[in-house]
């Protein structure tokens, strides 16, 4: 998910701790929960580099263990050369321990890990031992529902507070706490509704035909911050359909309205690129790969692209890849290309 929203559920996450928080421990949950999107800056070596690192290196749970620990040492530090000042002659303040910094750096960087397996294209947990992509893909980077939620449960207490003290009323408890903790509980109900609507989208994706067709599998993915407004990939024995998915009390759905993209003939250069190191290496993270044959100069050009991305999709994630052949069907150049610069 983008960084407000880190930011803000670390926060929110912080509040809920209240009064248990040693001292940075809103800091700290905040660094580390920010931290893992420092592997954003892998966008800049090129769509290889990205393909592999992104949403992996810090986003696993051993980069998440090496940012927790980072993290709490870096604070520890800053704790010593800057100690927090007594307010009385005979009061002592311990320093910050390490054990309590590590629990509250460890709590932001979880958070991030959790939010990012439910939105785009997931993450690779168990990186770098092994290359799996995982991800329940319920929601998009960005979702206004979750943004709002946190806006609205991190700053109306704030508004509350304000309020009350021009009234005279005196304070209670750490400010924010229970509204912080029911924020947190409504985007916990929120993501099991719609992971109930991605079900939902999936079955009714099943149950059809497509142009006399049937349908062998389907998968949905979000199509905006709309809970009830899904994308359809549905695959055929020779044809893949696209397909808009509305699941609101009013919304019919029509599956003659689907766009029909056929399936390549069998080729030997439709074989070669399937099977060269390059498109294996695609498929591990590809959720619906779908490839092309057309003819380039003197033999052949074959790209596999993702539809689970749609057309005009210009997010970084939206990564294919390109090999071109000569007529006898040798290898001439290869390579992965970001889908919004196909022709770098």
Same mark, same amino acid.
């Given at each position: 998910?983008?960084?407000?929203?880190?930011?803000?559920?670390?926060?929110?996450? !912080?509040?809920?701790?209240?009064?248990?928080?040693?001292? =940075? @421990? +809103? %800091?700290?949950?905040?660094? #580390?929960?920010? $931290?893992?999107?420092?592997?954003?800056?892998?966008?800049?070596?090129?769509?290889?580099?990205?393909?592999?690192?992104?949403?992996?290196?810090?986003?696993?749970?051993?980069?998440?263990?090496?940012?927790?620990?980072?993290?709490?040492?870096?604070?520890?530090?800053?704790?010593?050369?800057?100690?927090?000042?007594?307010? !009385?002659?005979?009061?002592?303040?311990?320093?910050?321990? =390490? @054990? +309590? %910094?590590?629990?509250?750096? #460890?709590?932001? $960087?979880?958070?991030?890990?959790?939010?990012?397996?439910?939105?785009?294209?997931?993450?690779?947990?168990?990186?770098?031992?092994?290359?799996?992509?995982?991800?329940?893909?319920?929601?998009?980077?960005?979702?206004?529902?979750?943004?709002?939620?946190?806006?609205?449960?991190?700053?109306?207490?704030?508004?509350?507070?304000?309020?009350?003290?021009?009234?005279?009323?005196?304070?209670? @408890?750490?400010?924010?706490?229970?509204? #912080?903790?029911v924020t947190l509980a409504l985007i916990a109900a929120y993501f099991g509704w719609r992971a109930e609507l991605h079900s939902r989208a999936a079955d009714l994706l099943l149950s059809r035909e497509y142009h006399a067709r049937v349908a062998l599998s389907a998968a949905a993915f979000p199509a905006s911050s709309m809970p009830y407004q899904w994308r359809g990939v549905v695959e055929t024995d020779n044809t893949m359909e696209l397909i808009d998915v509305a699941l609101g009390p009013q919304d019919e759905f029509d599956s003659a309205r689907s766009v029909t993209i056929y399936k390549p003939p069998e080729s030997p250069a439709l074989a070669a690129g399937e099977n060269s190191a390059l498109a294996r290496e695609f498929l591990l993270y590809a959720k619906v790969p779908f490839a092309q044959v057309r003819p380039h100069e003197a033999g052949f050009q074959v790209e596999i692209h993702d539809l689970r991305f749609a057309e005009g999709d210009q997010q970084p994630a939206n990564i294919f890849v390109r090999m071109e052949y000569n007529s006898r069907i040798q290898l001439q150049r290869s390579g992965y290309f970001f889908a919004s610069n196909p022709n770098p």
């Open positions: 998910m983008e960084p407000f929203t880190h930011a803000f559920t670390s926060l929110a996450l !912080a509040r809920a701790g209240g009064r248990r928080l040693p001292r =940075f @421990g +809103a %800091a700290m949950m905040i660094v #580390a929960g920010l $931290a893992p999107d420092l592997d954003y800056v892998t966008y800049f070596a090129g769509p290889r580099a990205f393909l592999h690192l992104h949403r992996a290196a810090l986003h696993s749970i051993a980069g998440s263990i090496v940012i927790a620990f980072a993290v709490a040492a870096a604070f520890c530090a800053i704790d010593r050369k800057y100690p927090q000042k007594k307010k !009385a002659f005979s009061q002592v303040i311990a320093p910050l321990g =390490f @054990g +309590a %910094a590590l629990i509250c750096s #460890a709590i932001g $960087a979880a958070g991030h890990m959790l939010l990012d397996l439910a939105s785009g294209v997931g993450v690779q947990l168990l990186w770098p031992f092994h290359t799996h992509w995982s991800g329940l893909e319920i929601i998009g980077d960005l979702d206004l529902w979750i943004l709002l939620l946190l806006v609205c449960g991190l700053l109306l207490p704030l508004l509350f507070g304000l309020v009350n003290e021009e009234v005279g009323a005196r304070k209670k @408890g750490p400010r924010g706490r229970v509204a #912080a903790l």
